[in-house]
Nanobody, 123 residues
C-alpha cells in the first residue's frame, strides 16, 4: 500500500524558513512526478511546486524564488525548502505523486496524496 507522510510543518515568523519532507513508501517513485500543493482555509487547493522524473522543477508564481523542491531517490523522499515565508503562505501543505501527470497543477493527475502538514506564518 502506498503511503505519503509529510512532516516539518509548524509555526514560524514572517521572513523565516521551514523545510517540509514527504516520505513515500510502498513503491519506488523515482520515475514519478512529485508535487506540493497547499490549501488555506476557505480557498481551493493550489499548486506550489513539482519535480518530474528528469529532475526539472516547476513552481507556482507566488512561491518562485522563495521555495525549492528537491528529492532524495535513495530515501524515496521529496522536500520543500521554504524561505522568506509570508503570512499568506499559511496553509495545510500536501505532497502528491503521479505516474502520468500531464498538467502539473492539476490535482486529478496525481495518484496518491499525503495527509497534509500545517504551516502557519505569523506577522
Amino acid at each position: 500500500q502506498v503511503q505519503l507522510v509529510e512532516s516539518g510543518g509548524g509555526l514560524v515568523q514572517a521572513g523565516g524558513s521551514l523545510r517540509l519532507s514527504c516520505a513515500a513508501s510502498g513503491r519506488t517513485f523515482s520515475s514519478y512526478a512529485m508535487g506540493w500543493f497547499r490549501q488555506a482555509p476557505g480557498k481551493e487547493r493550489e499548486f506550489v511546486a513539482a519535480l518530474i522524473w528528469s529532475g526539472s522543477t516547476y513552481y507556482g508564481d507566488s512561491v518562485k524564488g522563495r521555495f525549492t523542491i528537491s528529492r532524495d531517490n535513495l530515501k524515496n523522499t521529496v522536500y520543500l525548502q521554504m524561505n522568506s515565508l509570508k503570512p499568506e503562505d499559511t496553509a495545510v501543505y500536501y505532497c502528491a505523486v503521479g505516474n502520468t501527470v500531464t498538467e502539473l497543477g492539476r490535482l486529478n493527475d496525481y495518484d496518491f496524496w499525503g495527509q497534509g502538514t500545517q504551516v502557519t506564518v505569523s506577522s
